[in-house]
C-alpha cells in the first residue's frame, strides 16, 4: 500500500542529532506510465475520457497542480473514478515493491538511501518523460507537464554526515566515514524493516475490516460485557427541555456537582493545556495514501458513488474501494432530538456538548470509566459503523440508514474511516474552507485532492471566507460577556480577568462605533484602518483568539446565557461563535481583504471580504502532493495562473498542467447562432434598459423571436435572463403587449422564481413536456436552475441567452475586489481587472448553456441574444464545441428550422 505511516505520540532517536517522528513516510523510485495501465473503465471509453484519465494519471505521478477542462456530458464523473483508483492501486502495488528491492525512499531525507546503484537509477527514472498520445479531439500544455516532483535521489546529493565532514576543517580518515555510512545504512534499513512491518499490519486490518463487520452485524444487539448494561429510558436536557429516548448506559447514577455554577467558571489556560480526554486517545492510528475528491452540493458526491457502484460490476478493486463520505452533522447526525433543531450551529453546539464525557460513579461511590452524554456516540458503534462503510462503497444515505437502525453516530463514523479509507468523498466546504478542514481534522500531506465543478473556485474560497458581524450580533455578544464578567470576576483568576476584560473592552467599541456611522450609507474600509479605528492589531487579535479556543469561553457564554439571561433557556447557539470567526479573519494580511460598514434599514453591520483567495489555496497546494481542478468551463488559464499565484505557490504554477478536450458530441447536434437584428441598438445593457424607447424594442423583438422558436422547437425551451428583476419585467410587458397570450396557445409556461423550490419548478416543467410534448421555461443566469441542473434530451432542445449577465461593479465588494487586481502585480504585469469582469460574465453564460446536450446522442439549439455575442472578443470565451469552429454564425430562420426538421426525422 502507498505511502503508509503511523500516527503515534513519540519519536526514535536514529542517530546523534537526528530525530526521526514514528511517522515516517517512504515513497517509491520507479516511475509510473499512464500507457501502460488499465483504467478499468466499465465500457469502451471515448478517446477524450481516455485521454482525461491518462492526463489525471500523469498529474498524480507528476504532483503539483493540473488544469482539466471537461464538458458535462462527456463522462466526466467516472473518467475521474476510474483515473484516480488506477493511479492509487499502482501507486500501493509499486511501493510494496519498492520497499521489498530498497528502492523506496524517505521524502525529507532524500540521502538516506540503501542503495547508490538504486539512487542512481531512480534519479534516472525521475526524469524521464512521459509522453502521451495525441488526440485531435483535446488539447494539453504545460511547460514541464512531464517532469516528476520526486525529490532527487543522486548519489551525488550530500547527506548530513558528508555535509558535517565537508565543513570540518580536520579531514575525516576514510575508514571513520566508511563505518558511519554503514551505520547509517543499518538504521535506515531498520525504518524500512519497520514500515514493512506497519504494511503488513495494515493489509491484516483492512482484512479483518471486510470479516469483521459481517461479524458485528451477525451478532448485532449482543452485549461484550454479560449484560452489565441494560436498554432503559433516560431523561436529558436540550435547550432547557427534558428528552426521553430509549439507550445503553449503565445503572450508575451521574454525580452531581457540587457547584452548579462551576461548569460556567473559566480555568486557566495552563489548565486546558495540560487537560487530555481519555476517550480521545488514540494509541496509534493506520493510515494510507488517499484520494479527496471535493464538489460543490451532495448530490454530486452521491452520483460519484453510484459510478463507482455501477463500475464495481466491470473490475473488483472498484466494489472493495475503501470510501467514506463526510458532511456536516445537519446531513449525518441520526440523534433525532438534536437534529429537530435545524440550525447548523445549533446542531454543532448541541453535538458537542453531548459528546463530552463525564465521570459517573457505581453505586457504592466508586469512579466509573468516562462517558459521552450523546446516546447514539461510544466508539464500540462508531468501530463497527466504520467496518460498515469501508467495506464496500455506501452514499450517505446508506450510512445514516444503517446508524438508524444500529442507534450509532453518522458523523463520527464517516470521520473515523478517513485513516483507512482510499477514497473520500468532501463538500466543498469541509475542505475549501480552512478552520473547517482544521477541525474535522483533513491531512493533506502526501494524499492527492481533486476539486470537481471548480469553475468558480476562487470566488467559493472567497465566499467561504467572508464573515459578516451584524450590530445585533456584537450587542447580545457584548451584553452576555459584560455580565458574566460582572457576575464572577471575584471567581476568575488575574490572567482570565485580563482576557475577558479586553474582549468586553473591544465589543463596547464595535458597539459604540454604528452611532457615528450616517444612516443609509455603505463604505469600504482596509483591514489596517478598521483596526486601527479600534486601536488594535492582528497580533493582539491573534492573542485573543488563542485564549478563546483554549479557555472555552464560547462555551461557557452559552452555558451562561441559558442559565441566567432572560430569554436564553433555548439557546442553542452562543454569541460568540460569529465573533470569534470575524476576529479570525481579521488576522490575514492587511492587503488580503477589506471590511465593508453597511447601516441601512435591512443591515447594519461588518463584513470582512477576502480578495486574495489564494492565502488560503496555498496551503492545499503546498501540503498536498498533487491537486487537479476540474471542471466543465473553466476559462482562461492564464486567470487561473494569476488568481493562485503566491510566493510561494509559484514554482508550483510554473510547472502546471493544462488539459482540455471538447465534447462527445457531434457537431451536427449543436446549432449555436448569435441574434443581433441591425435595425437596432440590441445589447442589454444598464443604459439601453434606462431608455425606455430602447428597452421596449429590444424586450418586443425578444418576445416575437420567442414565439417563433415555440413554432419550431420540439420538446423544451429555456430562456435565460440576467436577473430576476428583468425576468419579472419583460414577461410584464410581454403580458400587456399580448405575446404571453401567443405563446401560451403553443405551450405552457413555467417561471422560476426566487422563493421557488427548485424541485417543484422542475417537476412541473417536465411533467408539462411529458404530457404535451413541449413547454417554456423562464429562468436567471446565476440562478438555482442555471448549475448543476440536468436538461437533458426533451427537457432542453433549445437554450436563448438574452443579454450578458455582468455583474454590478458599483457594488461595495466587486468594486473592492476590482480595485485590489488593479493593485496587484504578477511577474511585473498588473492583472487586467477586465479580463476578470469579463470571465464572471462568460463563466456564468457557459455554466446556462451547459444544461443541455447532456449526452453523445443529446442535441439542442443554443442561441445568444445580444449584440456584443458577435464580437471575437466575447466569442473566445464561448467553448469550441457550442461554436463548432472558431466563431458563431448569426441566426438564420431557415437553417435552424431545418437543423430540428433533420433532428426530427431521426
Known amino acids: 500500500m502507498s505511502s503508509f505511516n503511523v500516527r503515534k505520540k513519540m519519536k526514535m532517536r536514529m542517530r546523534g542529532d537526528d530525530v526521526f517522528e514514528d511517522k515516517t513516510r517512504f515513497e517509491r523510485a520507479t516511475k509510473l506510465y499512464p500507457q501502460e495501465k488499465d483504467f478499468h473503465f466499465p465500457f469502451d471509453p471515448y478517446d477524450i475520457q481516455q485521454e482525461l484519465m491518462k492526463q489525471l494519471f500523469n498529474c498524480f505521478e507528476q504532483g503539483g497542480l493540473g488544469i482539466f477542462q471537461s464538458p458535462t456530458g462527456t463522462g466526466k464523473s467516472l473518467s475521474i473514478l476510474c483515473g484516480a483508483l488506477t493511479w492509487l492501486d499502482a501507486d500501493e502495488k509499486q511501493l510494496l515493491s519498492d520497499i521489498e528491492s530498497n528502492k523506496a525512499f524517505i521524502p525529507s531525507r532524500t540521502s538516506l538511501v540503501l542503495s547508490q546503484s538504486s539512487s542512481t537509477s531512480a534519479s534516472t527514472n525521475t526524469s524521464t518523460s512521459i509522453s502521451s498520445p495525441s488526440s485531435s479531439q483535446c488539447s494539453k500544455s504545460s511547460p514541464s507537464t512531464l517532469s516528476s516532483t520526486t525529490p532527487s535521489l543522486s548519489s551525488s546529493s550530500p547527506s548530513p554526515l558528508q555535509h558535517r565532514s565537508s565543513s570540518s576543517q580536520k579531514k575525516v580518515p576514510s575508514w571513520v566515514t566508511s563505518t558511519n ?34 461479524v458485528s452485524s451477525s451478532n448485532e444487539g449482543g452485549s461484550k460485557n454479560g449484560g452489565r448494561h441494560r436498554h432503559q429510558t433516560v431523561a436529558y436536557d436540550i435547550g432547557g427541555k427534558q428528552t426521553s429516548i430509549v439507550h445503553t448506559i449503565s445503572t450508575a447514577s451521574l454525580r452531581k456537582s457540587i457547584d452548579d455554577d462551576a461548569d460556567l467558571l473559566l480555568r486557566d489556560v495552563e489548565d486546558y493545556e495540560s487537560d487530555t480526554d481519555e476517550e480521545e486517545e488514540e494509541e496509534q492510528e493506520l493510515t494510507t495514501r488517499k484520494i479527496f475528491i471535493c464538489s460543490r452540493t451532495h448530490s454530486q458526491l452521491s452520483q460519484l458513488v453510484g459510478e463507482l457502484k455501477g463500475a464495481g460490476a466491470k473490475w473488483k478493486g472498484y466494489a472493495t474501494t475503501r470510501l467514506t463520505t463526510l458532511a456536516s452533522r445537519k446531513h449525518l447526525c441520526t440523534n433525532p432530538q438534536v437534529n429537530k433543531l435545524g440550525s447548523l450551529q445549533a446542531i454543532n453546539e448541541m453535538c458537542l456538548e453531548l459528546k463530552k464525557t463525564k465521570e459517573s460513579t457505581d453505586d457504592e461511590g466508586a469512579k466509573r470509566k468516562k462517558k459521552a452524554s450523546c446516546p447514539y456516540y461510544s466508539k464500540s458503534n462508531t468501530s463497527n459503523i466504520k467496518n460498515f462503510i469501508l467495506a464496500s462503497p455506501h452514499d450517505i444515505e446508506d450510512v445514516v440508514t444503517e446508524c ?24 466543498y466546504n469541509l475542505l475549501l474552507h480552512k478552520p473547517t478542514r482544521e477541525s474535522v481534522g483533513l491531512d493533506l500531506e502526501g494524499n492527492v485532492v481533486v476539486i470537481d465543478e471548480a469553475h468558480n473556485l476562487m470566488d467559493t474560497i472567497a465566499a467561504l471566507h467572508s464573515v459578516v458581524l451584524s450590530l445585533s450580533n456584537i450587542s447580545i455578544a457584548f451584553h452576555a460577556l459584560s455580565t458574566y464578567f460582572e457576575k464572577f470576576k471575584e471567581r476568575l483568576s488575574e490572567s482570565n480577568k485580563i482576557s475577558v476584560a479586553k474582549l468586553v ?4 467599541k464595535w458597539n459604540e462605533y454604528f452611532q457615528s456611522v450616517q444612516k443609509n450609507s455603505q463604505f469600504t474600509v482596509s483591514t489596517e484602518a478598521f483596526l486601527s479605528k479600534f486601536n488594535t492589531s492582528r497580533s493582539a487579535l491573534s492573542e485573543l483568539l488563542i485564549y478563546c479556543r483554549k479557555s472555552d469561553i464560547s462555551k461557557k457564554i452559552l452555558g451562561y446565557v441559558r442559565k441566567y439571561l432572560e430569554g436564553g433557556e433555548g439557546s442553542h447557539i452562543s454569541p460568540l461563535n460569529v465573533v470569534e470567526s470575524f476576529m479570525q479573519v481579521l488576522t490575514n494580511g492587511y492587503e488580503d481583504g477589506c471590511i465593508v460598514i453597511s447601516k441601512s434599514h435591512e443591515l447594519i453591520a461588518f463584513k470582512y471580504i477576502l480578495l486574495n483567495p489564494a492565502v488560503y489555496f496555498e496551503e492545499i497546494l503546498l501540503k498536498a502532493r498533487s491537486v487537479a481542478v476540474i471542471g466543465g468551463t473553466m476559462g482562461s488559464s492564464e486567470l487561473v495562473r494569476q488568481e493562485l499565484l503566491t510566493p510561494k505557490t509559484e514554482p508550483i504554477l510554473k510547472k502546471m498542467l493544462e488539459f482540455r478536450c471538447d465534447h462527445i458530441v457531434s457537431k451536427e447536434n449543436v446549432y449555436a447562432a448569435y441574434v443581433s437584428p441591425t435595425a437596432l441598438r440590441f445589447s442589454f445593457t444598464r443604459d439601453n434598459k434606462m431608455n425606455q424607447k430602447t428597452n421596449e424594442e429590444n424586450m418586443l423583438y425578444v418576445g416575437e423571436l420567442v414565439n417563433k422558436l415555440c413554432d419550431v422547437v420540439t420538446g423544451g425551451l429555456v430562456i435565460f435572463f440576467c436577473s430576476y428583476d428583468y425576468e419579472r419585467q419583460v414577461f410584464s410587458f410581454w403580458e400587456q403587449r399580448g405575446i404571453v397570450t401567443n405563446i401560451e396557445s403553443k405551450c405552457k409556461v413555467v417561471r422560476e422564481a426566487q422563493n421557488k423550490r427548485v424541485d417543484s419548478c422542475l417537476s412541473e416543467y417536465s411533467s408539462i413536456i411529458k404530457q404535451n410534448g413541449k413547454a417554456m421555461l423562464t429562468a436567471v443566469v446565476g440562478g438555482k436552475l442555471s448549475e448543476g441542473i440536468n436538461f437533458k434530451d426533451k427537457l432542453g432542445r433549445c437554450v436563448v441567452i438574452v443579454g450578458m449577465p455582468y455583474p454590478n461593479r458599483a457594488g461595495p465588494e466587486l468594486a473592492a475586489k476590482l480595485a485590489y487586481l488593479k493593485k496587484r502585480k504578477t511577474q511585473g504585469k498588473p492583472i487586467s481587472e477586465h479580463t476578470y469582469y469579463k470571465s464572471l460574465c462568460m463563466n456564468a453564460v457557459n455554466q446556462s448553456i451547459g444544461r443541455a446536450i447532456r449526452h453523445k446522442d443529446d442535441y439542442a439549439a443554443i442561441l445568444f441574444v445580444d449584440q456584443r455575442y458577435s464580437t471575437d472578443s466575447v466569442q473566445r470565451d464561448i467553448p469550441t464545441w457550442i461554436k463548432g469552429g472558431d466563431k458563431l454564425r448569426e441566426l438564420n430562420d431557415a437553417d435552424l428550422k431545418a437543423f430540428f426538421k433533420r433532428k426530427c426525422q431521426k
Open 404 to 427: 438508524e437502525k444500529k442507534q450509532s453516530c453518522a458523523y463520527y463514523s464517516s470521520r473515523s474511516a478517513v485513516p483507512l479509507a482510499q477514497l473520500v468523498l468532501v463538500p
Open 505 to 508: 473592552e473591544l465589543l463596547k
Open 181 to 214: 555510512k554503514k551505520i547509517e545504512h543499518t538504521k535506515v534499513k531498520q525504518l524500512f524493516d519497520k514500515q514493512k512491518n506497519i504494511v503488513d499490519r495494515v493489509e491484516q486490518k483492512l482484512e479483518d475490516v471486510r470479516k469483521g463487520y459481517a
